[in-house]
């Protein structure tokens, strides 16, 4: 398996607090993307990134932001978290992030927000 | 329009029977196409990837795919209990460094 963990796996957190979510690799992987994903909606990204603090958004990436300074951390910030961010939330990385390269999944996080 | 769509099932199929899974894609540029593998409360993992039209095959998995149609498909063969998951298709839009997936079909194989 892809050495990539989550941190935390579980967390319940209130309306309005900050959270932030750590994706830590073992691979040097370049690429590293985080998802959100809701049933009836799949996987949905929301940040990704192409190199040490070099990232870009992803389709719905309203209400987070994202900060890469090494190769093997990728954390994801909701500066002020809502009901509606309450969902299951995935880290992947890709060694070459291009159309032929696979991406590999994190164990995951799951997110409520009360 | 969606730009990866699947039908969100479920999908039932008896054991041992063949399982068909249909993705469509909207951007004809699109060159590569993945199947992932997603057990309830997992994370996903990649069953296959295709490139060419055509079919390709690996165990009791074939990946087809039709470029003019805009469809790649995923064929489970001899299909078991063990194979009751959520199907993922994901297609990385050309140029870019990301996938777009569908909302995945959800497969059950009836013992």
């Known amino acids: 398996d892809a050495g990539i963990t989550q941190s935390p796996r579980h967390k319940v957190t209130e309306t309005g607090t900050p959270v932030t979510l750590r994706c830590h690799q073992t691979?040097?992987?370049?690429?590293m993307y985080w998802y959100r994903q809701d049933p009836g909606h799949g996987l949905r990204l929301i940040h990704y990134?192409?190199?040490?603090?070099?990232?870009d958004k992803g389709e719905v990436s309203d209400g987070y932001s994202v900060s890469r300074s090494k190769t093997e951390d990728f954390l994801l910030t909701l500066e002020s978290a809502t009901s509606s961010q309450t969902s299951v939330y995935f880290c992947?990385?890709?060694?070459?992030?291009?159309?032929?390269?696979?991406?590999?999944f994190g164990p995951g996080t799951r997110l409520t927000v009360l | 329009q969606k730009e990866v769509e699947q039908n969100s099932g479920p999908l039932s199929v008896p054991e041992g029977a063949i399982a068909s899974l249909n993705c469509t894609y909207s951007d004809r540029g699109s060159q590569s196409f993945f199947w992932y593998r997603q057990y309830s409360g997992k994370s996903p993992e990649l069953i296959m990837f295709i490139y060419s039209n055509g079919d390709k095959e690996d165990g009791r998995f074939t990946a087809q795919l039709n470029k003019a149609s805009q469809y790649v498909s995923l064929l489970i063969r001899d299909s078991q209990p063990s194979d009751s998951a959520t199907y993922l298709c994901?297609?990385?839009?050309?140029?870019?460094?990301?996938?777009?997936f569908g909302t995945g079909t959800r497969l059950k194989v009836l013992a």
């Open positions: 994901a297609v990385p839009p050309p140029g870019t460094y990301k996938y777009i």
């Open positions: 992947a990385i890709s060694e070459g992030g291009g159309s032929y390269n696979e991406q590999f």
């Open positions: 691979e040097n992987h370049r690429y």
């Open positions: 990134s192409y190199g040490v603090k070099d990232t």
